[in-house]
């Protein structure tokens, strides 16, 4: 692997965190896109998942920041709401926010996945108690990871399995909820950008 200096890999979780944070500070996508984020006035969200582990693969890597990134995940929680209306009015307004940035942004209330989630892959789910317990379901170790910056507070960043597989570049599964074929339909694509990666068979 063509880690950088100071990778991060096996190294204490202060020292992990602190790379992670200044990686995505070093790219300026993410840095607008994680700056934008905190005026839209959701207490109870996250930027996660693929676009902050691509970002950190490239980082690792040596490609361009946001080289190989399909979309940036917008994650929230609001179970008092739970119609497609009240989705689609906060869809509206993060979009809009958003309007300039090259790369699809998907919005997605985690407290309502449940509603739509049998007819779009074919199996039932328990509904998410909250937007962390939501994150604990995605489908790799390395991409359940969710992080905001908030100007008073600076940045939180929750990551149920640690930071160690994303720093190593190791794609290891979460078979909390994704089946194998979902699994390696995302490892076909995600080696085709990114050789460098270590795969865990399913």
């Not at 990778?7 to 993410?30: A, H, K, P, W």
């Not at 993060?94 to 074919?122: C, M, T």
């Given at each position: 692997?063509n880690?950088?200096p100071g990778?991060g890999y096996?190294?204490?979780?202060?020292t992990?965190?602190?790379l992670?944070?200044s990686?995505?500070?070093?790219s300026e996508?993410?840095s607008?896109v994680?700056?934008?984020?905190s005026?839209?006035g959701?207490?109870?969200?996250?930027?996660?998942?693929?676009?902050l582990?691509q970002?950190?693969?490239?980082y690792?890597?040596g490609?361009?920041?946001t080289?190989g990134?399909?979309?940036i995940?917008f994650?929230?929680?609001d179970?008092?709401?739970?119609t497609?209306?009240?989705?689609?009015?906060?869809?509206?307004q993060?979009?809009a926010?958003?309007a300039?940035i090259?790369?699809?942004?998907?919005?997605?209330?985690?407290?309502?996945?449940h509603?739509?989630y049998e007819?779009?892959?074919?199996?039932a789910?328990?509904?998410?108690?909250?937007?962390e317990a939501?994150l604990?379901t995605w489908p790799?170790t390395a991409?359940a990871?969710g992080?905001?910056?908030e100007?008073a507070?600076?940045?939180?960043v929750y990551?149920?399995?640690g930071?160690n597989?994303?720093l190593g570049m190791?794609?290891?599964?979460n078979?909390?909820?994704i089946t194998?074929a979902?699994y390696e339909?995302?490892?076909?694509r995600?080696?085709s950008?990114?050789?460098?990666?270590?795969v865990?068979?399913?």
């Amino acid at each position: 692997m063509n880690h950088q200096p100071g990778s991060g890999y096996n190294r204490d979780i202060s020292t992990q965190l602190q790379l992670f944070c200044s990686v995505m500070e070093g790219s300026e996508l993410l840095s607008k896109v994680f700056r934008r984020a905190s005026t839209v006035g959701l207490g109870d969200y996250y930027v996660g998942a693929g676009c902050l582990a691509q970002t950190m693969w490239n980082y690792l890597s040596g490609y361009e920041p946001t080289y190989g990134i399909k979309d940036i995940d917008f994650a929230y929680f609001d179970a008092s709401n739970l119609t497609y209306e009240g989705e689609h009015e906060v869809v509206r307004q993060v979009l809009a926010l958003y309007a300039d940035i090259p790369i699809e942004v998907d919005v997605k209330n985690q407290a309502r996945v449940h509603l739509w989630y049998e007819s779009h892959f074919g199996y039932a789910i328990e509904p998410h108690r909250s937007l962390e317990a939501a994150l604990n379901t995605w489908p790799t170790t390395a991409t359940a990871i969710g992080a905001r910056w908030e100007p008073a507070t600076g940045w939180t960043v929750y990551a149920p399995f640690g930071l160690n597989d994303l720093l190593g570049m190791i794609v290891r599964p979460n078979r909390g909820r994704i089946t194998r074929a979902i699994y390696e339909k995302k490892v076909a694509r995600w080696t085709s950008c990114w050789p460098e990666l270590r795969v865990i068979p399913w």
